[in-house]
Every structure is written in C-alpha cells, then in structure tokens.
T-cell receptor
C-alpha cells in the first residue's frame, strides 16, 4: 500500500459548486495533517492544518478520520481563483513531511 | 510574500558544472528541508536539517551535497548532475520539525543540459 493515496483528478467544477477531496495515509503513527495549495510553477502554500475535531476556514472545511486513516477537504461556493493543485501532507516525529500526488481542481466560469 | 528566500530563481547548468542553490529564512525556525519536484508530481523529500545537523538523507545521490552553515541558511551544492536532475528545487523550514507546518521558498527551477 502506498504511503499516501490521493485522487489526481482533474476535478472540473462550475463556479459556485461544492467539491471534496480525500487523501488516505498508511502510517498510523502520522501525527500532523495538512492541506497545501500549489499554483502552476509556484511553491506549495499551506492552506489548512487538519485537526481531529475538524476545522473550518471560510469556505474551506478539513476533516480527519483517524480510524479510517484519511483526511478530507471540502470547498464550498468554488471560485475561479480556487483553481490549483491541492496536496495533502502528513508529518510525524521522524521529521518527514510526505505529500500526496496532488488533486488538480479546475473551476469553470 | 514567502519568508523563505531562495536564489537563484532559475539555473541552467552543464553536466560538468558546479553550482550552489541558496536558501535563507529569518523566522527563527530550527528545521530546514530540501525537496525536489518534477512536473505534475508532488514534492519529494531530499534532506532535512534539524538544529543545523543533517537528520535525514533520503538516499540522495552524492552529486547533491547539502550544507547548513547556520540556523538561517541552507545550501545545496550541485556537481556532475544529469539531465534527469532537472526539476524545481524547493527549500522549506518549520519551527522545529515536520509535525509542524512547513513554509516553502519559491524554488529554483533547474535545467541540466
């Protein structure tokens, strides 16, 4: 089983749509969970940390399911500017932050 | 604007050249990272420095040589690279370890001819 599995997409959605991505991880010792956004030819930028209780930041909601070993990202009311690649990341005491393959989101006008 | 600064932004080098990539952060972070990213792939971890000591080398070929002169600086020395080493090289830092969020520099786009 791969360390991290993420649907590469692309997800093509109309403006205003709600879209959700999942990311599964195999290392049960993972302690920290993140969603990063990466625009074409740019560096990854932290979108959200993911907490056990779930967390929300405006139109973005992140969830963690430790039992099933996955995290999710929900984007409501999609904007054109949300078009990007979304990378999940998992870290722990080994000092490794491992990324998923990324999910490409294209929001259409 | 990123608080991790990488230079140069672009680099073209021949297979016999020696060059260095530089990274600087002034956030007081004690962990610094080099990642390599090929097009349409996720960043792949290369090296981790923790408190200025190399803590992880992900079996990177010796033609890549990292150096951490002090807690704010991270270098990547390149020698005798191959064309397949062409990629975006990203530097990142975190407060003390990867269980914390990473801040990335804007990267060096490297082309090896």
């Amino acid at each position: 089983r791969k360390e991290v599995e993420q649907d590469p997409g692309p997800f093509n959605v109309p403006e205003g749509a709600t879209v959700a991505f999942n990311c599964t991880y195999s290392n049960s010792a993972s302690q920290s969970f993140f969603w990063y956004r990466q625009d074409c030819r740019k560096e990854p930028k932290l979108l959200m940390s993911v907490y056990s209780s779930g967390n929300e930041d405006g139109r973005f909601t992140a969830q963690l399911n430790r039992a099933s070993q996955y995290i999710s990202l929900l984007i409501r009311d999609s904007k054109l500017s949300d078009s990007a690649t979304y990378l999940c990341g998992f870290g722990g005491a080994t000092n490794k932050l491992i990324f998923g393959t990324g999910t490409l989101l294209a929001v259409q006008p | 604007d990123t608080e991790v600064t990488q230079t140069p932004k672009h680099l073209v080098m021949g297979m016999t050249n020696k060059k260095s990539l530089k990274c600087e952060q002034h956030m007081g972070h004690r962990a610094m990272y080099w990642y390599k990213q090929k097009a349409k792939k996720p960043p792949e971890l290369m090296f981790v420095y923790s408190y200025e000591k190399l803590s992880i080398n992900e079996s990177v070929p010796s033609r890549f040589s990292p150096e951490c002169p002090n807690s704010s600086l991270l270098n990547l020395h390149l020698h005798a690279l191959q064309p397949e080493d062409s990629a975006l090289y990203l530097c990142a830092s975190s407060q003390t370890g990867s269980y914390e969020k990473l801040f990335f520099g804007s990267g060096t786009q490297l082309s090896v001819l």
